[in-house]
């Protein structure tokens, strides 16, 4: 039978924060941004009993808990630290697959020859991740990911959870229907009104009730909520999406500043798809309004590329289709992100870009100017430079390719 864990790191960015800068320890901390109009991109244990959680605004946040202590994220701390949790999954098995920068699913199955059980495993992990980072983990066991997901939620921080085959039903059918993956709280509350609170009473439920809900799915939904999953851990996973997004301290509503700023935005993915060696095949503009009402807008195009004139060209025609359909709507945020990604080894390099979504400049002449630009800041920093059309006035210059020099 298969053995699979799940690790999930404790309040992840907020622990980092609290390890390395004492004062922080024991206090409500909130990571995120800098100002009311930011959202909580982690909250450590302390500032949960508040009610305080990821994806909160901020405002509701201190709201809630005037004396959290709000700290900005450093990112590249995180991934550091990020990479010395992974290296100790793979000191263990090579069948890891990523979820995020603090959660991963391990097979190991094939570890238990050297390792010994799956419950030994998961303890030696915890006590190496402790030893090396500081940081505590809470990890799942069992048979498959879906239990083995569970079972690291149910006891936090710092919990051990093992899921037995013949557990299943009684760990599972007294848990409320909202531990159970991919029941969001709309369907969740749909779900209660009918009477459902249990994953025991979600998996015992007849068609009659659950069709309306969730039609073709449905029996799917009563086999999740049995415990049954076949989904295999997918070690080598690579990343399906590279994006950035701001969230503004005023709205904008004027469009040469949401021009600005989307080019900026463009600009950012541009760079990180060209450090990762990556193209990509398709352009994404997210747009949230005053309301929180969010919007996204997609377009597909070949072949593949990384430069930023091509993934900006094709995020404004995006962006001038939803202003068209809402002309006056104030934004809080805007986003730019790309997917259907390939290493851009893979590439033909004598392949045209697709003429309708590039259109100008010529591919030619941005493909020089794209990794110049990366050399000169990757030198200089990040502000060292500017393209022109991230600028709300351009001085005159190329909107693509102009730069503007900071004195």
């Given at each position: 039978m298969r053995a699979v864990l799940h690790v999930d790191m404790d309040a992840f960015y907020a622990s980092v924060e609290q390890h390395e800068n004492p004062a922080l320890r024991g206090q409500p901390v909130i990571v995120g941004g800098g100002s009311l109009r930011g959202v909580v991109a982690a909250a450590s244990y302390e500032v949960r009993r508040y009610g305080v959680h990821s994806a909160m605004p901020t405002r509701e946040a201190l709201a809630r808990c005037p004396h959290a202590i709000v700290v900005k994220p450093r990112m590249g701390r995180y991934k550091e630290v990020s990479n010395e949790v992974f290296a100790v999954f793979h000191e263990f098995t090579s069948q890891v697959e990523g979820l995020s920068l603090d959660e991963a699913f391990l097979d190991v199955t094939g570890s238990r020859a050297l390792f010994g059980e799956p419950v030994a495993i998961a303890r030696a992990i915890?006590?190496?991740?402790?030893?090396?980072?500081?940081?505590?983990?809470s990890v799942g066991v069992a048979h498959n990911k879906l239990l083995a997901k569970i079972a690291s939620d149910l006891r936090k921080p710092d919990g051990l959870v093992v899921i037995a085959p013949d557990e299943v039903a009684a760990m599972l059918d007294p848990l409320p229907i909202r531990r159970l993956s991919g029941i969001g709280a709309k369907t969740a509350a749909r779900l209660e009104e009918c009477g459902l609170h249990t994953l025991g009473q979600l998996r015992a439920a007849s068609d009659s009730v659950l069709w309306p809900l969730f039609g073709r799915y449905t029996q799917r939904v009563r086999e999740r909520a049995a415990g049954i999953d076949e989904r295999p851990v997918i070690a080598d996973w690579q990343e399906k999406q590279v994006s950035a997004e701001e969230t503004f301290e005023t709205d904008l509503r004027r469009r040469e500043e949401l021009a600005a700023e989307l080019a900026k935005l463009a600009d950012r993915v541009g760079v990180r798809l060209r450090a990762k060696e990556l193209m990509a095949a398709s352009v994404t503009v997210k747009i949230r309004r005053r309301d929180f009402t969010t919007y996204t807008r997609s377009r597909s195009f070949a072949p593949p590329t990384a430069e930023t004139?091509?993934?900006?060209?094709?995020?404004?025609?995006?962006?001038?289709?939803?202003?068209?359909?809402?002309?006056?709507?104030?934004?809080?945020?805007l986003g730019v992100g790309v997917s259907h990604l390939s290493p851009a080894a893979q590439l033909d390099l004598f392949a045209a870009p697709d003429a309708a979504a590039a259109r100008k400049p010529p591919p030619r002449a941005t493909a020089r100017i794209d990794p110049t630009l990366d050399r000169i800041r990757e030198r200089f920093g990040s502000a060292a430079v500017q393209r022109a059309s991230s600028l709300e006035r351009p001085d005159k210059v190329d909107g693509f390719t102009g730069v503007h020099r900071r004195r």
């Open positions: 915890k006590e190496r991740i402790l030893a090396r980072t500081g940081l505590t983990a004139a091509t993934v900006l060209a094709i995020a404004r025609q995006l962006l001038d289709g939803w202003l068209a359909e809402q002309p006056r709507a104030a934004v809080r945020l």
